[in-house]
């Protein structure tokens, strides 16, 4: 089985950046936003429980309204809860899928930034947690989403501490904008592959 990393981080920290920086080098990286969108899109049994969670109107001409789903349960611990819920087992399932392709000599990645509160962190062999100042997030977040900083801090609050995520994580990345990603992403790679004989160990 290949050796699997999680890429977690808050929204806007640049998980994106560096998973298509670890895929530019050789690692395939499973991005649960993406698939969890595909998920939503064509899993009967999700679209069924959505509509019956949230209304009919949330598919629209066969399209998820992504933006009424996004209003229903950002700011409702409870809502998200049961979003979660419906969306997130079939998201684990389809990870172990797809890194199921994958042979023992390969390194592969997880990407969410709710890799550990979806509890997704039992799949992966080694954490690694991008990291940016929280004004930097948002702003970040605010000019990619053309999105408000209430809508953004709703994200936020649903969303681990950067605190416990780093409690949790094996290697943090640095993405502040100064300090140059490239050569954390290959220490991290290096990293890895010197250790590629006692992760498969610890993994059994
Ligand atoms: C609500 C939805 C439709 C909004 O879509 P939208 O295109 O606006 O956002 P997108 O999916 O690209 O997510 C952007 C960011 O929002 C944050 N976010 C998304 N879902 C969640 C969640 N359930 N909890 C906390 N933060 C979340 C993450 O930082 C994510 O990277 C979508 O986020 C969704 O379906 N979420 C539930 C499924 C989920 O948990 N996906 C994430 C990983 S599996
Ligand atoms: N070092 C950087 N310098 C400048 N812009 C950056 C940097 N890192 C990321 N960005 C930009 O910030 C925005 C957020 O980055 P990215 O999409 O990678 O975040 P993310 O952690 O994947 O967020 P999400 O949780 O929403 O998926 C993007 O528009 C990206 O291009």
Redesign the pocket.
Known sequence: MAIKIGITG???SG??VVSRLLEIMGIPVYI??????RI?LANETVRRELCMLVGQEIYQKGE???????T???GHPKR?KE??EI??PR?KEDFQQWSACFGADKIVGME????V??G?GDEVDFLVMVYAPLETRIER?IKR?C?SKELIMK??E??MSDESKREQADFVILNDGETPLIPQVLELISLLSKNNHYLCFAKK
């Not at 998820?64 to 996004?70: E, K, V």
Request: net charge neutral; charged share 20%.
């Open positions: 808050g929204i806007g998980k994106s649960s936003d993406v698939e969890a969108k939503t998820l309204n992504r933006s009424l789903l996004a229903y349960m950002f998200i979003v979660n969306i997130h998201v969410s930034a709710i890799l509160e979806a997704f977040a989403d999105s994200r936020i649903s969303q």
